[in-house]
């Protein structure tokens, strides 16, 4: 019924399968790892076998588990998660702040190795 010459908006359906295709390319397997976090102390622990990554901030250690399973080949034995918070600096007289980030701590099994080429 159409008051005043108003009439009802008809709303536009997504179909399922490009709702679908459009979650997979932001929260793939593999999405959780934004990039090897590659430093002296992180070279240091990879001959143990613990591997450092930068990981999304709402990234959880089972997620993090598949993606290692899917980009390297290779099941993680224990994943532990880190958040470094953001801390404010003086350069050049202006005030800042160096984002925080989440990292994780993989450790495999003795023999696996992961190759940052």
Request: glycine share 6%; net charge positive.
């Amino acid at each position: 019924m159409a008051l005043l010459g108003k009439t009802k908006k008809e709303v536009k359906k997504v179909p399922a399968v490009v709702a679908y295709k459009a979650e997979m390319i932001t929260s793939g397997p593999t999405h959780a790892i934004l990039r090897p976090h590659i430093t002296e102390k992180s070279g240091m622990l990879s001959q143990t076998g613990k591997y450092t990554f930068q990981v999304m901030k709402n990234a959880n250690k089972q997620s993090i588990a598949r993606a290692i399973q899917v980009l390297y080949k290779i099941t993680p034995k224990h994943v532990t998660l880190l958040n470094q918070p953001p801390r404010k600096v003086f350069v050049r007289g202006r005030r800042g702040v160096v984002p925080g980030l989440r990292k994780a701590i993989v450790t495999v099994k003795k023999g696996d190795k992961i190759d940052f080429v």
